[in-house]
């Protein structure tokens, strides 16, 4: 696996964790966080010492296999050395704690961040460190379980199924279960003051009451979506999906696994950022359940989230997908052509191409094969890769099966290549 060339300080290749269970304690007034971590992790070759991903906390204690083991925490990395080299599968148990505040970098402050009332976490790409200890690798997936507890005006909703909940004096505390395979980035906690809003069958909102009424229309549509996105891509990948909206202002909407997460002024009454409603459930399937394998292939979480996005106006009777593709064609086409698609580097993770030109992508295949050819390899591609990690060559080798012809060319063109190929 190696570390991600787009981002090396992160992740490991000496081993793979498999589950994390986490028992997170936080006191929102004082942003405190008491925690403790257990990894289930396994290596192909013995290790006398080994690094997980943590950043900004204080560790108290570092167990493995039973015995206690000496560490290091400075620079973002805690290494460990194990009273005894480890071998196959190992457990490592870190209790840790402080004031949790995100990893500062070039996409600006990711990860676990104070609300005007609450908390949340914004992992991608580098974020996850902030709250855990983590093989923060894009392509190692693990199943969670964490146990949350917080003062007892704040609800909380984190990454999986709710199992359990209990009250003790003056905190409550939430359990819940993630079994399917899930990148750190993708692992969340929500810590608010809100109020239940039924969307549909295994969908609710969590939104803060002064925002009911207009969430309530914002939000709407969200089970027609869950019905038109299954159709086009198959059974949704989890077992419910949790819309939050935060009391805050947030610069850009947050997926994470089976969750989804909008700033107040996404919110207005008016469906006015519906788009990013139906952006952030696709992403459920494509960039959730298939994860990319790294960060080079990011087109596949993006581009697929932007064409369901103009699949999903065309199916609601607004802007039809070729009137979307041809207006971002045509605002795309005279900006320099310095960015390869199927490799953007890290410098265009989140360049806004990645996101358009992975559409007109979509749709120049569409056009190509047709729609019946497109909507299948659409389906197979979000089945047969269902919680697993995935390249831009698997989707490629996958559309020439159903396809039955050689479409080099065009992929060549579109994501290989710098200048913008003609939208026929």
């Known amino acids: 696996m190696g570390s991600d060339p787009y981002l090396p300080g992160h992740g490991t290749s000496d081993l793979r964790v498999r589950h994390y269970d986490l028992e997170l304690d936080y006191r929102v007034g004082a942003n405190r966080l008491t925690a403790r971590a257990v990894l289930t992790a396994e290596c192909d070759a013995p290790l006398a010492r080994f690094a997980l991903d943590l950043a900004g906390l204080t560790v108290r204690k570092v167990v493995v296999d039973g015995r206690d ?97 209990r009250r003790s004096a003056g905190t409550r505390t939430w359990v819940f279960e993630r079994p399917e395979p899930t990148a750190t980035y993708l692992a969340g906690v929500q810590i608010g003051r809100y109020e239940e809003l039924p ?41 419910e999906h949790h819309v939050v909206v935060a009391d805050d202002d947030l610069d850009v909407p947050i997926e994470a696994q089976g969750m989804s997460v909008f700033g107040a002024n996404h919110v207005d009454g008016r469906r006015t950022h519906e788009r990013l409603v139906l952006h952030e459930l696709a992403h459920q399937w494509f960039g959730n359940s298939l994860t990319i394998a790294g960060w080079r292939h990011i087109w596949l979480n993006e581009g697929f989230a932007t064409y369901a996005e103009w699949l999903w106006s065309e199916a609601s009777g607004g802007r039809s ?69 995935v390249t831009t060559e698997q989707f490629v080798a996958l559309t020439g099966e159903h396809a039955g012809a050689d479409l080099s060319g065009l992929f060549d063109a579109w994501l290989h290549r710098k200048p913008l190929p003609p939208l026929t």
Not at 214 to 223: C, M, P, S
Not at 351 to 376: I, M, N, Q, S
């Open 69 to 165: 083991a000496r560490f290091a925490h400075r620079g973002g990395k805690l290494r460990v050395t194990p009273a005894r080299p480890v071998s196959g599968g190992f457990v490592v148990e870190v209790r840790y704690g402080g004031n949790p505040r995100p990893v500062r970098g070039r996409w600006g402050d990711i990860g676990w961040d104070e609300l005007t009332d609450g908390a949340l976490v914004a992992s991608q790409p580098v974020g996850a460190p902030s709250w855990f200890p983590c093989n923060d690798h894009v392509g190692d997936k693990a199943a969670y379980r964490m146990t949350v507890t917080a003062e007892a005006p704040y609800t909380v909703r984190a990454t999986g199924v709710l199992t359990g909940r």
């Open 199 to 239: 969307l549909g069958p295994g969908q609710t909102a969590f939104v803060p009451p002064r925002l009911r009424r207009a969430a309530t229309r914002d939000l709407g549509r969200h089970a027609a979506m869950m019905r038109t996105l299954t159709g086009w891509f198959g059974p949704y990948p989890f077992g």
């Open 321 to 389: 997908a070729a009137a979307h593709a041809a207006g971002w064609h045509a605002a795309i086409a005279p900006r320099r052509a310095d960015l390869v698609l199927a490799d953007p580097g890290v410098g265009g993770l989140f360049d806004e191409r990645v996101y358009k030109r992975g559409a007109l992508t979509l749709h120049a295949l569409r056009g190509r094969v047709g729609d019946a050819v497109f909507f299948a390899l659409l389906r197979d591609w979000a089945v047969r890769y269902r919680h697993g990690s």
